[in-house]
């Protein structure tokens, strides 16, 4: 990536927990084994008007602060859903799985 968006913005530095990511399809695969996290590659946030509902093997993937995810009083951890290819697993198993992106491993 060399310039900025015309429409958005590109997000750097995020992480996969609970799943890897295959880059070449684009979509949630296993994790590899003692595998706890994996950096996500660059993410194009676009602004829209109205999300429609996630189709099918989508995976709306909850993104976090902090791997707190509940929080305190003082700071929320939930940011943002972000769709997924959810690939040869249903959005189901990924739920289960507690997969979820990380803006910061830090506590």
């Known amino acids: 990536i060399t310039g900025q ?3 958005g913005v590109y997000i750097k530095g995020m992480y996969l927990e609970g799943a890897g990511w ?16 994996c950096e996500m590659p660059t993410i194009h946030f676009k602004p829209a008007e109205l999300k429609k509902k996630a189709g ?20 929320a951890s939930f940011v943002v859903s972000v769709d997924l290819k959810s690939g040869a697993s ?11 992106l990380l803006l910061s491993l830090d506590a």
């Open 90 to 100: 249903t959005p189901d198993h990924w739920i289960k799985r507690g997969t979820a």
């Open 56 to 75: 099918r093997g989508i995976y709306a993937c909850p993104c976090y602060y902090y791997p707190d995810r509940a929080g305190t009083a003082e700071r």
């Open 5 to 7: 968006p015309k429409d």
């Open 22 to 37: 295959d880059r070449k399809n684009c979509c949630l695969i296993e994790a590899n084994a003692m595998q706890l996290v």
